[in-house]
């Protein structure tokens, strides 16, 4: 599945520095040549702990993330909502449905650019914040994903937890605006 997914064409929202979308660009284009674009990132909370992925994806490919990230797609012309991206985003890389998901929130947003160290591409993103909680044990889906961790906010905040030193751009993007 991996492959396949990464090798579709997809479109996803070129925007400027206030999110104003300017048009759709292809995704990969958009990570190579650094380009502006909107995505997102969701926090999902298993029994009051963060479910951080050990990302396994061409770009920053082995850093922890939160549960997710994505983008919402450009469909014949119009921009995906991205509260449902983010649930398509869950169900491919958690299998999640939307009745397992409880108070999807949007807390923020941070703008950041970084290129990735091990590949050709970077992200300069426009990216969201989305927190939820679920009940559903994790099951991480391996063709996305080497893993996952349990942690506490402050753990992360704190730099306590293993995976604090190995964080996505991102989410230490999202930590030092104090979005959790």
Wanted: proline fraction near 4%.
């Amino acid at each position: 599945m991996t492959q396949q997914y990464y090798q579709q064409q997809i479109f996803i929202p070129h925007v400027d520095e206030n999110d104003n979308f300017l048009g759709p660009i292809e995704r990969w284009e958009a990570h190579e040549k650094g380009v502006l674009h909107r995505a997102f990132t969701v926090a999902v909370f298993y029994k009051d702990q963060i479910i951080c992925q050990h990302r396994k994806h061409p770009v920053f490919d082995g850093v922890f993330d939160f549960t997710a990230s994505s983008h919402p797609q450009v469909i014949d012309g119009k921009v995906q909502s991205t509260a449902e991206a983010v649930i398509n985003t869950l169900q491919r890389e958690w299998n999640m449905t939307q009745s397992d998901i409880v108070n999807l929130v949007k807390k923020g947003f941070a703008v950041y650019h970084d290129k990735d160290p091990k590949s050709k591409y970077s992200e300069h993103e426009y990216c969201y914040l989305y927190v939820c909680e679920t009940e559903k044990e994790p099951v991480a889906n391996l063709d996305m994903a080497y893993g996952f961790s349990l942690a506490t906010v402050e753990s992360l905040k704190n730099k306590t937890h293993e995976a604090s030193a190995k964080l996505s751009p991102w989410v230490k993007e999202f930590l030092k605006k104090d979005l959790l």
